[in-house]
């Protein structure tokens, strides 16, 4: 059909198979299954010549960029999009996950050499958040020492609950946006002031004098600078949005001088989503589910995010089931 015509959004999504292409191998009708909101053309001829299908051209999103997603009664996925369901989640639970968990797995452990090993410190902007409460578990788990950068005490606690080793309260600095133009040495000077005054944060807060070796960044313009500043020599900057703006302005005496790496990452692979669902599955990482909706407020959901008033965690919302705890089995 026309797909200019209408458009189903919801990247992410748990749920039964209804019915299975003739192609279909490895799923049946009422195989439980959550979904992996990123597509690709598996004849693509980069996927062919051997590329992460994560990087082929022919990549995009799910319920996104692409139609037939989650927030309908039924969604039309591919095979390869499809996971088995963690049996102890609700379908609230399972839904929840994949879209922030399998980015933030690929953030910390995609890139070579620099994924997170023990005791690197590793620092979490936007902690409380899907991406963040999830990134704070897996460097635990790994043995690394997350640091995460909040907007409230609250949201703090709730990271250090979930293992981090303490919080940066973004709300006491206030040199955040575009880099100043580096000709401009007053401007610079004032910069660098709020930038090392946030670096001896984080070294309170570690209780060492060590840089983060992995900064694991969404926020963008407001703090890309900051981050390039602050991360460790040969460390990595990885990146996954800029809902702070698109403007990542970077001094590149930080990075060719000491040798850092700056990372785009985008979704994640089928393996990578395997990974993160056997963690899951097995009780390590928690899907962190701090808000159910009903169908009939998705807008309203939209509206928390936006307006950044969501509780710590991931939301869903209710689209077959009828109730939050639905679907989990012991």
Request: glycine share 12%; net charge negative; with cysteine.
């Amino acid at each position: 059909g026309d797909l200019d015509a209408f458009h189903v959004g919801g990247s992410d999504g748990a749920g039964v198979v209804w019915a299975v292409g003739e192609d279909v191998r490895t799923l049946k009708p009422g195989d439980e299954v959550v979904v992996l909101g990123n597509q690709w053309d598996e004849r693509a001829e980069d996927i062919r010549l051997g590329a992460d299908p994560a990087t082929s051209a022919s990549q995009s999103v799910w319920g996104y960029e692409e139609n037939f997603g989650s927030f309908a009664q039924f969604a039309v996925a591919d095979e390869y999009m499809c996971h088995p369901k963690p049996r102890r989640l609700s379908w609230a639970g399972a839904a929840c996950y994949m879209v922030t968990a399998a980015t933030a797995y690929r953030q910390l452990f995609g890139w070579q050499p620099h994924t997170v090993r023990p005791g690197d410190p590793v620092l979490i902007w936007g902690g409380a958040g899907g991406l963040g409460c999830i990134a704070i578990q897996l460097v635990r788990w790994a043995g690394g020492v997350p640091i995460a950068v909040v907007s409230s005490e609250e949201r703090g606690e709730e990271c250090i609950r979930l293992g981090a080793k303490g919080y940066i309260d973004r709300r006491e600095f206030d040199h955040w946006g575009r880099l100043p133009n580096t000709d401009d040495q007053a401007a610079m000077d004032r910069w660098l002031a709020g930038a090392r005054a946030f670096g001896r944060r984080f070294w309170e807060v570690l209780g060492e004098r060590r840089a983060p070796r992995i900064v694991l960044e969404h926020s963008g313009a407001d703090t890309i600078p900051t981050s390039m500043y602050l991360c460790d020599n040969a460390g990595m900057v990885v990146i996954c949005g800029g809902s702070t703006g698109y403007n990542g302005d970077v001094d590149l005496r930080f990075l060719w001088m000491r040798q850092k790496r700056l990372q785009g990452s985008h979704a994640a692979n089928a393996r990578q989503a395997r990974e993160i669902t056997e963690l899951i599955d097995r009780g390590i990482v928690d899907p962190c589910l701090s808000l159910v909706l009903d169908f009939d407020e998705i807008g309203a959901a939209h509206q928390l995010l936006h307006d950044n008033r969501q509780p710590p965690g991931n939301l869903a919302v209710l689209v077959g089931a009828r109730r939050p705890d639905e679907g989990a089995q012991a």
